[in-house]
Every structure is written in structure tokens, then in C-alpha cells.
């Protein structure tokens, strides 16, 4: 008896220092709630594998933040907000639309990292959600409209990736109005479709731009 009690405080103990610390995602990962959109479009994800979300978004201590917990707005004001719901049972492929903005929602916090184990490139910066410490993501091989998403750093669903180009963007220390292209990819652009979900498509100009402060 007193065996299995510590083999299960040991357990607990593993599984909590892995685990983000946000309290906010220490919530979601135990809920399996409907949600909808502003485009009307319900989704429901799978029954959250905590021990796997964990393993997924682990923070990378040797990370250098260039700033934390920020919105990231559109030229109309809007502010990007991720949809945790509607990702996979490790909280992958979660999509993102744009949002009135709201200061006290977690869901709109980011954060940008240009140095640590999943950026090694010069000029470039990954975003992270500052809720679930998973990495702003363009996948072309995916369907239209699915492309663009939250996954883990390093381009690997279990959370061992080391770098992929699809996380990292175009980005000059101090750059606070800018528009969100793949350095390996800068004639695409990240956009907002259909009036609020955000996608891609080729950069067409300054209405693109996003504003990270």
C-alpha cells in the first residue's frame, strides 16, 4: 500500500513540473466543453491527455523573450485569440480568430522568443501562446483554412521537435507593426479570412500588418 502511494505522489509530482504553470491551462486541461466561434462554427475536442498536452508544451527555460504576455492586434484593432477547445487531445492544431480585444483573456497573450532550443536562426522569432506554451504554426500540406495554427514548438505532435521553419517569422529586434511571414516563405502572409478567423495568403501590402506590443 504505502508502495503504490508513492510510486502515485511520484507520479504527480513528474507530472506537475512538466506542466505549464499558467492556472488558466491548468483548468483547461480538464475540460471537454462545446464551444463556438464568432463564425458560428461549434467544435469539441477530444478528452484532453494531460500527461501527453504536458509532454506537447513544455517552456523552454533557455528561451530568450524579447516580450511577454501580449496581444497581437490587427489594423483594424482586433486581437488574435486562440480556440484551445477546438484542438486535438494533446491541445495541437488549435486554430485562432480574431477577437474584441480583452486585456484579463489568456487566450490573447502571447509571447515572442527569438533565442532558445527551437530558434537558432538570426532574424527570426517564434510566437508562442503565453496559455498553453505551444508555437504560432503555418503548415502548408494541411486544407485550406486549416493551415495556420497553434502546435508544439519544434514541429513534433509529442513535444521532441527541435526546430521547423514553419514556426519561425520574419522579425527585427524592436519590430513592434509588422506583417507575419515564414522566413522560409516570405511571399505568404498570415491574414484574417472571412472576417475573423485568421489564414494565409500572398502579402499584398501595410493592411496585413499586425501590431505585437
Known amino acids: ?15 506537475s513540473s512538466a506542466t505549464p504553470t499558467h492556472p488558466s491551462y491548468t483548468r483547461l486541461l480538464s475540460r471537454r466543453n462545446a464551444t463556438v466561434d464568432s463564425n458560428g462554427n461549434g467544435c469539441l475536442n477530444p478528452n484532453i491527455d ?11 527555460e533557455t528561451a530568450i523573450p524579447d516580450r511577454s ?6 489594423v483594424d484593432g482586433r486581437c488574435l485569440s486562440i480556440l484551445p ?5 494533446r491541445h495541437n492544431l488549435i486554430p485562432l480568430q480574431v477577437e474584441s480585444c480583452n486585456s484579463t483573456n489568456d487566450k490573447q ?12 536562426q538570426e532574424g527570426g522569432m517564434l510566437l508562442v501562446s503565453s496559455l498553453t506554451l505551444g508555437c504560432l504554426n503555418f503548415d502548408p500540406r494541411r486544407p485550406a483554412g486549416k493551415q495556420v495554427n497553434i502546435f508544439s514548438c519544434g514541429g513534433r505532435a509529442d513535444g521532441d521537435g527541435k526546430e521547423t521553419d514553419s514556426q519561425i517569422f520574419s522579425f527585427t529586434d524592436g519590430q513592434k507593426l509588422l506583417p507575419l511571414t515564414l ?3 516570405p511571399e505568404t502572409c498570415l491574414v484574417v479570412e472571412n472576417g475573423n478567423k485568421l489564414g494565409s495568403a500572398g502579402c499584398s501590402g501595410a493592411a496585413q500588418s499586425f501590431t505585437l506590443e
Open 50 to 60: 494531460a500527461k501527453a498536452a504536458a509532454e506537447a508544451h513544455q517552456r523552454d
Open 1 to 15: 500500500m504505502h508502495f503504490s502511494i508513492t510510486l502515485a505522489l511520484l507520479s504527480a509530482v513528474a507530472f
Open 183 to 185: 522566413k522560409n516563405n
Open 85 to 89: 477547445e477546438c484542438g486535438d487531445f
Open 69 to 74: 504576455a501580449f496581444p497581437i492586434k490587427t
Open 109 to 120: 497573450k502571447f509571447e515572442i522568443i527569438t533565442k532558445g532550443k527551437h530558434i537558432t
